[in-house]
């Protein structure tokens, strides 16, 4: 790993950690800048001050340090191809230098396009309540964006709105070096915006709104939850044509034919279990953890723990949480291990599944975590795929079987008509009798009589020659 790739992965780090707040530094071969022909910065900004405009409020000011902060965010979650806030975007925007020391508080909007992804399709995921503070709070002065691209091409779009306590709005900050911010437009829209009042449907259950002066695409498609697409497909129109006071459009609904109501962002559809009951979740834009135990109705303590995860990590995009284990009955004999089969080499090996986690496979073998990372060369922030093999080195214990005695045919036995009183002699060791002469005893005793043979020839030599 290079030195600047490793510089960059701990300011990362720290930052996730809340260690430190300024701007963070991101590879620009990891991130580039939204292309020329997806929505703007400037666009975002404008769209927000149409709504904001629309129900009566000030424009939000474009301040260049709220700029460069949600811009340096869309690069920081673009790069970790995030799904929820990095968090704390007051202490983030304040660390930057704005408001001068004083109380900040911030709004942070953002949305992930993979594509085709317009301004209106954005204000339209951004239309619940959440998001739609810094279009319905009159307290928020500034404002500011940013986008950003992943290796992918997918792009992350951000908008931080956000005031000083006690001071009144106005630009809070200095451009960054002197250099003018592309873009600043204070008071961008027409004050002469109004409000859009919801229509009610008629006899036929069909919704037609009458244009009022001051009324734009924007605030309309917002109002009733919908696309400037469909109003332009509906009413045969072209939003670079002008609306006209006195004008009806035709509102789609639920329950207009041939309409489709897209199913709203970051709402949870649960995964449908498999054969075996498991449960795998792929992580989708502006889901968070909370939203996913709520829909599958785990707490998120048990998701956190099949998952090897901490509460304060964030999700990503694609990334798969298993949810349930499924149906696993454990058998009364045999444990994980002893279930294992040696491969070639004599080492035992647990292929990966599915949503399959380090933490939870070594709960299943009952190893350490710690341990079976080392065996594999594997660290905390390894990510294993299916099919992968990981090395277990472990001896299984001998698997319990049930020796089964064969049971013989009984000897047929004649009875004896009348019973032996003679009890059968006992069945004895044989023991060696004063008959038998031990077998090392025989060699001394022919030793001996060699000895006394020979012994007395002599003496009978040495007697006849004296």
């Known amino acids: 790993m290079s ?43 404008l769209a927000m001050n149409t709504l904001r405009v629309a129900y009566g409020f000030p424009a939000l000011i474009e301040d260049p340090i709220v700029n460069a902060v949600a811009q340096n965010t869309a690069a920081i979650m673009a790069a970790n191809n995030m799904s929820w806030h990095i968090g704390d975007v007051r202490g983030r925007i304040a660390s930057a230098g704005y408001g001068g020391g004083g109380t900040v508080w911030a709004t942070e909007n953002f949305a992930v396009s993979s594509g085709g992804m317009g301004i209106d399709e954005i204000m339209a995921v951004w239309a619940d309540a959440e998001h739609m503070r810094p279009a319905v709070t009159a ?46 437009i204070p008071n961008p829209v027409s004050q002469l915006i109004l ?8 006899a036929e259950g069909k ?38 006071a006195g004008q009806r459009l035709f509102i789609p609904g639920k329950d207009t034919a041939g309409y489709a109501t897209p199913t709203p962002i970051g709402m949870i559809v649960p995964a449908a279990p498999d054969a075996d009951g498991r449960i795998v979740h792929e992580v989708q834009a502006y889901q968070a953890l909370i939203t996913i135990s709520d829909a599958y109705h785990v707490p998120m303590d048990r998701i956190l723990a099949l998952n090897g995860l901490q509460a304060d990590w964030p999700l990503q995009i694609g990334q798969k949480l298993l949810i349930s284990p499924g149906n696993i009955t454990p058998s009364p004999t045999l444990s994980s291990i002893q279930k294992l089969t040696p491969e070639a080499d004599g080492r035992y090996y647990h292929t990966v599944q599915s949503g399959e986690t380090l933490f939870w496979i070594s709960g299943l073998y009952d190893v350490s975590l710690t341990n079976l990372m080392a065996w594999n060369g594997l660290d905390t922030s390894s990510v294993i795929r299916p099919g992968q093999k990981l090395l277990l080195l472990v001896t299984p214990p001998p698997t319990a079987t049930a020796i089964e005695t064969p049971t013989l045919p009984p000897t047929p036995v004649t009875p004896s008509a009348i019973p032996s009183l003679t009890p059968p002699p006992p069945t004895q060791t044989p023991l060696v009798t004063e008959t038998e002469t031990p077998r090392g005893f025989s060699l001394i005793l022919i030793l001996g009589v060699i000895v006394l043979v020979i012994g007395g020839l002599l003496w009978w030599r040495f007697a006849r020659k004296s």
Not at 153 to 166: E, K, M, P, T
């Open 195 to 202: 409000p859009v009042k919801i229509a009610t449907a008629d």
């Open 3 to 45: 030195f600047q790739r490793f510089f960059a992965l701990c300011l990362l780090i720290l930052f996730g950690m809340g260690a430190i707040h300024p701007l963070q530094v991101v590879k620009a071969d990891e991130v580039q800048s939204a292309p020329a022909q997806q929505v703007s910065a400037y666009e975002l900004i």
């Open 207 to 244: 919704v037609f709104h009458e244009v009022q002066a001051g009324q734009s695409f924007w605030s309309i498609a917002i109002a009733y939850q919908i696309t400037i697409h469909d109003i332009e497909v509906w009413n045969n129109l072209s939003r670079d044509t002008p609306l006209k």
């Open 139 to 184: 307290a928020y002065c500034n404002v500011g964006a940013g986008a950003a691209q992943t290796s992918d091409g997918r792009i992350y779009y951000i908008l931080q709105a956000a005031y000083v306590s006690g001071q009144e709005c106005g630009s809070s900050s200095p451009s960054i070096g002197g250099t003018p911010q592309v873009g600043t």
